[in-house]
Every structure is written in C-alpha cells, then in structure tokens.
C-alpha cells in the first residue's frame, strides 16, 4: 500500500457513509485519481479518487472528495478534517484532508459546472437550457447520511454518491424522469466518470435545485410525538395525521408520474412466489449475522407464506426504493417533496432499478412511522403508558397515509394487506442489518416491530 492508502484505510472506516462496517478491510487500492481543481502551488487542490476496498473478491468501490495543502497550511477550522501528512500528486509532503468540509474547494466543484462537457474521465454535465449560477461555497450537510451533500448558497444541491455502482444512479434517473413535476427538486446536472471494468459512464454526483427553509419529514414526524408524549395535547397528533394524508397523496401522484414516464409490468402469482423466495432468502442471510432475528422468524416467514399464494397480477413499475420520512422533506409553499431516488445504498443498482411493486414504498413509510413512534421508546423502555401513547400515534399517522395514498389514485393499501405485509418484513428484515451494522442502539426499534406491530395487518391494530 501507498502512504496515501494507508492513510485513507485508517479513515474510511470511520466515515458515516461507509457502509462497508463489518466487513474487515484487507485491501484498499486508489483505482483513480483525478485533480480536479488547483488554486497555485501554494493553494488547496482538490482531487477525486475512487478507492476500491473490502476483501479479495468481495469488495466495494467509494468515491473520496480530498483535498491537499502545503504542510501546517491547513486552516485551523480544518482541523478536524486532516486526514494525515503524504506526497500526493508528484508533489512531495501534502496535508491532505476531507475535501467535503472546505466550502472553497467544494465551491470550485460548481465552477466546473459553468462550462460543462469535456471529455477526459471526468465530465460534468448539465441538463439542456441550465445555466448554472456560480460563486457560492459548499456547505456539507451533517446528518444520518449514506451520501454526502453539499449545498451552495440558496441555489443547488450537489450530491456525491460515496459508494460507486457501475451505471446511471437511479436517483439521477428517476429526478430526470420527474423533472417537472412539483413533487421533486429539479435536476440540473451531474459529474460522471469512466472506471475501469464497467461498459457504461457511472455517475458521480447530481446537482439539483435546493429548496431552502424546508423541514425534513423525520425531524417533524418526531417532534410531533415528543410533543404527545410530553402531553401537549391530541390536537397537535391530528396536525400530523393530515400531514400523513398529504404525503399518502403526494406519493400516489409521484408513483403515477413514474408509471407514466418509465415501463410498467405485471407479476404473475408465479413471479410473485419467487419473490416471496427471495423475501425467505433475505431473512436467512440476516438472521445468520444477527441472531436476534432468528427468535422472530416463524412469524416473518408466516406472511412470506401468505404473500406466496397472493393469487392476482401485481402491477409493478420504478418506485423510490428506499422510502422514508428522512426522504421527504416539507416545504414553505406547502407540499411534500420526494429526496434521494436511489433505493436502498447496499443493493446492487441492477437490483434497484427492477420494477416493484408501489407498494412496497408505501410499505417502506409505514415503517418509518413505527420507526418515529419506536425510536422515542428506546429511551424510555419500560414505560406502559408512553408506549401505548407512541404506538397509537403510529397507527393513526399510517391509517392517515394509507388513506391519502387510496384517495390519491393509488391502490388502496387495505385492500392488499398481504402483499404489504410482506414488503413490510421485509424491509424490518433490511433495517435490522442496517442498525446491527449502523447504529447497533437503535437495533430494537426494527426488532421490536417485527414481534409485535408488523405481525398485525393495520386494519386489525
Ligand atoms: N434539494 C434539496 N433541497 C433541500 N434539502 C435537501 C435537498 N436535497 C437533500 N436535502 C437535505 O439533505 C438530506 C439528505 O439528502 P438525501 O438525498 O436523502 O441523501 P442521502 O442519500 O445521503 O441520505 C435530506 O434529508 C434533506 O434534509
Ligand atoms: O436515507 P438513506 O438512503 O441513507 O437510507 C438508509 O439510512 C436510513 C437512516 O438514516 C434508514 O432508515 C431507517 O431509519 C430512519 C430513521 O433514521 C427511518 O425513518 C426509516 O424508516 C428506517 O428504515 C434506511 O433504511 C437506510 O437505507
């Protein structure tokens, strides 16, 4: 390993997106790199790398934003983003750090956009008719994020993709898809890159406009159920329940969008057995790293068997993929927009890109309104009369959402309690290796679900 590899294998690991944890990293290999940017000798550069690593034969590709300075040049407010000291770039000692906290690198990243095209490995493209407004620094977002964002001024987001997947990203996809509707943050370009072994571009990162002032769906979701919890009255849990109705209806509307600009199919009950196989398969694999799962499994595999004899065509088209209430956020003009159309970060894009049935995004909010519900109990474990609180508030707001759904044109999710529940284990059966691997204290908010809420249909709740 080079001086820089060694470096970024002792930092890469500990970075929120990673989602290699657990995975014991034997190889990391600098498979590109590419300065982007250059203030002078003396100033910052700005280079882009992608790093492949994990085991032989199971590893994963990142893409890291590095910045690199003279030595003892690094600002102090750069502090904590110093990754260590190594020649880069032909040049002979370099600081280099994390190039996502220095807002003027990341600001010479919009430049680029300014005068897109080129046709190195590295391209940036817009979208016919954008002009992009220039000048602003980066901000980093902070946050639970798989990605990292930046935003400049009032005007973009940039989002850089961390792990690389050969291909479009399907967020690039599905925005450019909706582009147009008031239900998505317009797209406006993205950076694409070569990389060796795969046939098609692999986008890097999309820029997007930013909507300012907006408040992320989880953060509302669960200040309303501190509020309930602390007492402050039912008539603030019925604000939030036409707040669900609203993002029920909103959803159905984006889903119709996406069946009308993108191909639609139908699943025979064979191709449905099959993917309740696959739902079995999936449960297999994650009760095998958290054993905790396997005490809960006979009533997951319980609605796989049911979804198995689901005996009607099931409508599939592109869906979200990976929906939640951090994908949603509420803006001042008074409406829901969708975030973040690139499914779930740790399945293949091949996978993600299949069609599926809307349901299962309808099945993946459900979740999140148990998750808002369960995630303020695991504070207060033991307390019968928060946890009835918490629990109705759930099943209100996913009544509420269900509702808004049907009312909105989509299929009525009451009418098809058996496929929903499934895609409901499901993804519990997800979010149980995803906290085990992420955030091991929040792991009994998923595992509390599947032994108690999932296993009953909603109506019955
Ligand atoms: N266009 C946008 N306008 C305003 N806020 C945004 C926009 N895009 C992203 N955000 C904020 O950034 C957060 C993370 O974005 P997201 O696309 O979900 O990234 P990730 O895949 O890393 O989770 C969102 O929850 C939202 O708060
Ligand atoms: O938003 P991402 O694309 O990064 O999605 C991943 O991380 C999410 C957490 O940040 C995770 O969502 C789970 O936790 C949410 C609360 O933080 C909750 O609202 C969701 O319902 C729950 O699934 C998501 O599964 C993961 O893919």
New binding site residues.
Partial sequence: MSQLEELIAVWLPRQR?FSGKGIPIQQIRVENFHTLASAGPDGPDLHLLVVRSGQRGRSSRYQVLLGSRAPRSLPPDLARAAIGVCPVSGKRQRVIYDAACDGDLTGMLLERFASPGGNGQVRFRTLPGERIRTGAAGRM?T???????L?FGED??L?T??RLWPGPNP?LELNCALSGSPYV?RPCGWIEADLPGYAAPTTLAML?????G?M???VLATTNVWALLEGTGPERQSAFTEEAALLGRTTAEVHRSLAKALPTDVLSPTAVAELADAMVERLAMASAEVPELADYAHLVMEAYADFSQVDEPLPIQRIHG?YHL????RTGAGGW?L??F?GE?TVPVRERQRLSSPLRDVAGMLRSFDYAAGYLLVDHPSDPGLEWAARSWARHNREAFCRGYADGGGADPEKHLAVLRAFEFDKAVYEVLYEARNRPNWLRVPLESIATAVSVPPAAR
């Fill in positions: 997106w977002l946050g639970e994020q798989s990605n990292t964002s935003v973009y987001v989002k993709f961390r967020d943050a997007q406009t930013y909507i300012p907006a992320d769906g989880w990976d951090g994908q949603v956020i927009v975030l973040d690139e970060p």
